[in-house]
């Protein structure tokens, strides 16, 4: 009971308390720059899962049997974003060719998640917190969880917004950095909901 | 009031999703119908029908006898056109036709001789009950036959005894729920007998085991009328039901629903669920065409509207042009008025009086410029106050696909289902922000029809473009093979003599130039 | 004239700006009973923020060289009821006017003015002001009719000095014109290790007068009475359905029943939950916004049925004793998707589609 | 100096393990053609034109897939053509070169035409018929409206005209209200 309780205390905590867009401001790049339709959002959105849940499993794997062993931990950082690159061309190639449109409507992010820095952040935070592996795994799926559920919520309102009559000094990022602030200020009706 | 009420909060009475109840305005219900006197010149149009186009038969200086074929049908969709009286033509040239684009089409202009003398070539079949339904039906569809509720679909098309999909259940749509027209409500009145005896005969044509008659409860002399007659025949497979009034009532997909319950498949018909439904008007007309051999030369038109000096039913003769129709009305000053034709909820604005009126025309509105200002001239954003997706028949969100229609963004609004859409116009009738939702329909469906045209042309030339580009090739490749064999001839000869290498090279230019 | 004219050609007569009064309308028994409880202090506070809104979406309107005609539409009038009816009585002017300007500025005018903006205007305002000035937006004036305020708010001139420099001005300390809300109260206990009827029966809580609406918060949520008369006259006028309202407040008690009965001494009953803070104006007023609610009526149930758990969720365990506010703004998010996937079946489509 | 050995080593031995899953992925995920062109050439109106600068509309469309042409050349097209493509492959959308003119169709003036066959060689979709030393017709039905007729002509005795407006084929424009035409223009300066 108390297992799950705690992974549920992760998970929610990942996803909507500190989400990381929202409120720790990572990954704000691709958060602005593939929200514009709903379903490159959600292309989006499965990459980042599938590569964050990964790279934290394996950053902490790493971590846990290369680094501490070798005592390399000067090394974190490059082997992190070795795993993190593979893993992005890894994906890469198969969107490619599962998927060519979604491809070209991610165009230049999809290779970009390699530097979304909420992929990194994810690893450094897992092994700052000392998780275990299955908790690093977890935190890992729910931050992405809490990426995409932003994401795929924001692309919603850009479309939204698409026909709507903006006054000029407000168009494009303007009005989409407010909205996304607003956002995040609504965001924060979570805090407080868990305490970790 | 209690019901009212209830309606208010959205509990629907009729058995159809949404529906709207407008101010009615039936201000001619009362008054009988008249004969329109002839016009002194009549513009047929050779098109009054949905489909295809019929090709003229007469030629100028042609004397005709009234319902005479003077148009043949051509391919399935279409039912030939008839003189609306004696007399001569004098051209056939294109005019405006009742058409929302003001664009005009072929017209037959006969000038009337004034006898009207009718055309007897087609004898009456009094022994119905002993003739095959494929002879009747195409007596329906000789006599010019279309539904007379306003769509002009050919009748004789959905009379079809089929037995994969056999009609079980005729509906008889006397519901009429658009506001001001009352034609078919005196119709009933006056011709409940002929439409009784009409209702038999398809009964017969398609084998049903019973009638509907449909009328809405705010013509309840209408329903009595019927059930007298009803009861007359004592034919007891046959009833009448009175519905409550709520637009879009007559939209056969909703009387279908209100009547059985059941929907009709998207993208299938009435009889694929076993019925059929006509308007009391065509039923009327197939039994003049059955009884009498009359082909449709005329129909009732309600004439009205606040600018209307004297709102009539009138029995119109088909051709007769508008200016004349209102003129009968004591209206023949045209300036700050509008003109529709139909009702208020689907009917087109026409741009003049001198159109002729058709097998579609079910009234004549005239409305001042100042009201359909109001109507029509301011369009506030949109609050999303879903009351459109509320009174939607189809269950529709029109905001969101007016959004998507005006954005030009085509495909979502296919995949916001643009395509089922009927046009009834209630959800622009309920907009607070007067947002011309039809209209933005009718836009997104005309910008997908011209793609989807383009795309097919393109696909079109595209092969043609490839088989352009296969034929060259082959015809090259052809060439080369020749020039080969005669340049392989040539090597052969002149294997000992390298001077003729050249040889294939003026070959190849020589060629080239053919 | 115009040339190409659509059917159809007859109108109901509805507009908007008959909708936006039908609202403000149906908001004056809650502004009464503000108006008892804070005396003229509510008066100013009322005016001040509906003014506010009109005269930014003016200046806003003028900026942007379009038509001024939108601010007498009412719907601007609207957003600062709206606003002034979640504001606490204390709060300093400057304030109230801040959040007119952000409402109408930021909430409304930046995505194109009415019917674009995603967020509801009138509750992203207070958001702001919540997180920008948190103590003075959870500072609650002693109602009038309990008679231990010390100051009189009945009176024109002290109200007006109260408005105009602001509590710390007075003669009385704070504490001596406020008190905690029943929800904050609740919530304050229990982090000290007070239960629930324990906590209550200190506050002297009394169900009938947070029905009637004789309890501190914000100027507009305490009478459910009067909002509720409200609710149904728009209800009856068919300006808003059921759908949200009732799925809102069904799903919140649900889950208060639930929770209340397996820990009766942490979770607080279900009709507390309905009567307190701002749950009743949130869901009959504020959620019900058509601008930024989904249009149809599956998807109104799911927006009240995710604003309800969220509400509920917050209040319990959150941060903020009240999520009400919180959770319209965060469903308004969700409303595009939420739009997009509960279409109604369409006529003829009853499973032959996915 | 261990410690620098350890280092180089597994960070060397990690690379490696990479790349060898990346190679073998990306045999596993290996893509034969360019399906991405044909859903541009599927968008493209067929005119063969070559207005855009391309030899036809397929060698146009693998320019735009390959990244090497922009999606505002396609002038038959116009501007819903570019759209459509800037859509799919998700970039901005970019005003077109040149104006968008009137449907046409070529029409051969009979009487004057000598029956040379070179319009005949010259159409880039077969729409025009006819022998040598007999009139050229041009099928109205078939033609694109591409103009590439008009050159070979000795004669000069090819007109493009305005294609016939057909009832069938009329459409509702936008409405008239200042809120529609507003957002019919807010749309075109867009892309400016």
């Given at each position: 009971m108390s297992a799950i309780n705690e992974f549920g205390v992760i998970l929610l905590s990942a996803v909507l308390v500190n989400n990381y867009v929202l409120t720790k401001f990572l990954g704000i790049c691709p958060f602005l720059g593939v929200s514009g339709k709903t379903e490159t959002a959600i292309g989006m959105s499965f990459a980042v899962m599938f590569v964050m849940t990964l790279a934290s499993t394996a950053s902490w794997l790493v971590q846990e049997y290369i680094l501490i062993p070798l005592d390399l931990l000067y090394l974190q950082t490059i082997f992190f974003i070795l795993i993190i690159a593979t893993l992005v061309q890894f994906i890469e190639m198969m969107i490619h060719k599962v998927s060519p449109v979604l491809y070209q409507g991610l165009g230049i992010y999809l290779p970009l998640i390699t530097t979304n820095c909420a992929v990194l952040g994810v690893a450094l935070l897992n092994v700052q917190q000392e998780n275990t592996f299955m908790t690093s795994a977890l935190y890992g799926f729910g931050a992405a969880v809490g990426f995409a559920l932003v994401l795929v919520l924001f692309s919603g309102l850009r479309e939204r917004m698409e026909g709507a009559p903006i006054p000029d000094a407000f168009k494009g990022s303007a009005v989409t950095l407010i909205t996304a602030g607003m956002m995040s200020l609504a965001f924060l009706g979570f805090s407080g909901l868990v305490k970790v | 009031m209690i019901k009212s009420f209830l309606n208010k909060l959205g509990f629907a009475s009729a058995r159809f999703a949404g529906g709207i109840t407008p101010d009615m305005c039936k201000w001619t219900e009362s008054s009988a119908i008249e004969d329109c006197p002839l016009p002194p010149l009549f513009i047929v149009p050779i098109?009054?029908?949905?489909?295809q186009a019929c090709t003229p038969l007469v030629q100028i200086g042609d004397l005709v006898l009234r319902g005479q074929k003077i148009a043949k049908s051509e391919g399935y969709l279409s039912v030939p056109i008839h003189a609306p009286t004696s007399g001569k033509v004098i051209k056939i040239e294109e005019h405006a036709i009742p058409h929302p684009s003001g664009m005009g089409l072929t017209s037959i202009f006969i000038e009337p001789d004034g006898k009207d003398v009718r055309d007897t070539s087609l004898i009456p079949m009094d022994n119905w009950q002993a003739i095959d339904p494929a002879e009747l039906r195409e007596r329906v569809r000789l006599c010019g036959i279309?539904?007379?509720?306003?769509?002009?679909?050919?009748?004789f098309i959905k009379l079809l005894k089929d037995k994969r999909n056999p009609i079980e259940t005729v509906i008889l749509n006397g519901?009429?729920?658009?506001?001001?027209?009352t034609n078919d409500h005196r119709l009933m009145l006056e011709h409940s007998d002929e439409i009784m005896h009409g209702l038999q005969i398809i009964m017969h044509m398609v084998g049903a085991k019973k009638a509907i008659i449909a009328i809405e409860d705010n013509k309840s002399d209408a329903v009595n009328a019927m059930q007298q007659a009803v009861s007359s025949t004592g034919n007891d497979a046959i009833s009448v039901a009175s519905l409550p009034t709520r637009y879009p009532q007559g939209g056969e997909k909703q009387l279908i629903e209100s009547l059985t319950g059941k929907q009709v498949p998207?993208?299938?018909?009435?009889m694929h669920i076993g019925v059929l439904c006509q308007n009391v008007g065509t039923v009327k007309a197939i039994d003049d065409a059955v009884m009498l051999g009359h082909a449709i030369t005329d129909r009732i038109i309600t004439v009205s509207g606040d600018a209307a000096p004297k709102p009539a039913n009138m029995r119109v003769r088909l051709g007769t042009p508008m200016r004349f129709i209102y003129a009968q009305c004591g209206l023949e000053n045209f300036d700050g008025i509008q003109i529709l034709?139909?009702?208020?909820?689907?009917g087109e604005r026409m741009r003049h009086p001198d159109i002729p009126v058709i097998k579609s025309s079910t009234g004549l509105l005239a409305i001042r410029d100042t009201r359909m200002k109001a109507v029509h001239q301011v369009e506030d954003p949109c609050i999303r106050c879903g009351h459109c997706s509320e009174v939607c028949p189809i269950s529709l969100v029109p905001n969101l696909l007016a959004d998507h229609c005006r954005n030009d963004q085509l495909e979502k609004a296919a995949d916001y289902d643009l395509f089922d859409c009927i046009e009834c116009g209630a959800c622009s009738y309920v907009c607070p922000s007067h947002i011309p939702l039809v209209h933005y329909f009718r836009y997104g469906k005309g910008q997908t029809a011209q793609v989807r045209r383009e795309q097919s042309f393109a696909e079109a030339s595209r092969l043609r473009s490839e088989s352009r580009d296969a034929r060259l090739q082959r015809e090259k490749d052809e060439k080369a093979a020749k020039r080969r064999k005669v340049r392989d001839t040539l090597r052969s000869e002149s294997v000992l003599n390298p001077d003729n290498n050249s040889a294939p090279k003026s070959t190849t230019k020589t060629e080239g130039k053919e | 004239m115009l040339i190409h004219l659509s059917s159809p050609h007859i109108h109901s007569g509805d507009s908007i700006r008959a909708t936006m009064f039908a609202v403000i309308l149906a908001l004056m028994p809650a502004g009464i009973i503000s108006v008892y409880l804070f005396g003229w202090l509510a008066v100013f506070l009322i005016l001040l923020c509906m003014l506010g809104c009109m005269f930014t979406e003016f200046v806003a309107l003028k900026w942007m060289g379009r038509s001024t005609a939108p601010v007498m539409d009412g719907s601007a009038a609207l957003t600062g009821l709206f606003l002034a009816l979640t504001l606490p009585a204390s709060i300093p002017w400057w304030m109230a006017l801040l959040g007119s300007v952000f409402a109408i500025g930021l909430g409304k005018q930046v995505y194109g003015g009415l019917g674009y903006n995603p967020f509801n205007p009138a509750l992203s305002a207070r958001i702001i002001l919540l997180v920008s000035f948190p103590l003075q937006m959870t500072t609650w004036l002693i109602p009038m009719h309990l008679g231990v305020s010390a100051i009189d708010l009945y009176d024109f001139s002290s109200a007006w000095q109260l408005f105009v420099f602001g509590a710390n001005a007075l003669p009385h300390a704070l504490d001596a014109i406020t008190m905690a809300s029943p929800l904050g109260h609740v919530k304050t206990e229990w982090s000290q290790g007070i239960g629930v009827s324990e906590a209550l029966r200190a506050y002297d809580y009394s169900y009938l007068d947070a029905f009637i609406g004789r309890e501190a918060g914000s100027l507009g949520e305490t009478s459910a009475l009067a909002l509720l008369i409200g609710g149904i006259y728009l209800l009856a006028r068919h300006t808003i359905t059921w759908h949200i309202p009732f799925s809102f407040i069904a799903t919140v008690a649900v889950l208060a029943a639930i929770a209340s009965m397996v820990d009766p001494n942490h979770y607080t009953p279900p009709l507390f939950h309905i009567l307190a803070g701002g749950l009743i104006l949130c869901a009959f007023f504020m959620a019900t916004d058509p601008v930024s609610s989904p249009v149809t009526p599956m998807g109104q149930i799911v927006f009240g049925i995710g604003c309800g758990i969220i509400t509920w969720c917050i209040r319990t365990w959150g941060g903020y004793p009240e999520g009400a506010m919180f959770s319209v703004v965060l469903m308004n998010c969700a409303v595009p998707l939420i739009d997009h996937y509960c279409r109604p079946t369409v006529y003829g489509k009853r499973g032959s589609e996915s | 100096m261990e410690q620098l050995l350890y280092a180089t080593l597994s960070l060397g031995a990690f690379a490696l393990i990479a790349g060898i899953v990346l190679a073998i992925a990306s045999k596993v995920f290996h893509i034969e053609g360019d399906p991405l062109s044909d859903k541009i050439d599927a968008l493209l109106p067929q005119t063969q034109c070559g207005q855009c600068g391309f030899p036809g509309c397929r060698p146009y469309a693998n320019a735009v897939a390959g990244g090497e042409a922009d999606v505002n050349h396609c002038v038959p097209g116009g501007e819903r053509t570019m759209l459509s493509i800037a859509d799919l492959m998700g970039v901005e959308p970019k005003a077109l070169e040149e104006e968008e003119s009137v449907p046409v169709v070529a029409f051969v003036r009979e009487d004057e035409c000598i029956g040379c066959t070179l319009c005949i060689k010259a159409c880039p979709v077969d729409a025009i018929i006819g022998a040598p030393k007999q009139y050229h017709t041009v099928v109205a039905d078939h033609c694109t409206g591409c103009v590439l007729c008009l050159e070979p002509c000795p004669v000069d005795c090819i007109d493009m005209i305005q294609k016939p407006e057909l009832l069938e084929h009329w459409s509702w424009p936008l409405p008239d209200t200042e809120r529609a035409q507003l957002g019919a223009e807010r749309r075109e300066s867009h892309h400016d």
């Open positions: - | 098109k009054q029908h949905i489909g279309t539904g007379l509720g306003g769509a002009a679909f050919p009748t519901v009429e729920c658009e506001p001001f027209l998207a993208g299938k018909l009435p034709h139909g009702g208020p909820m689907m | - | -």
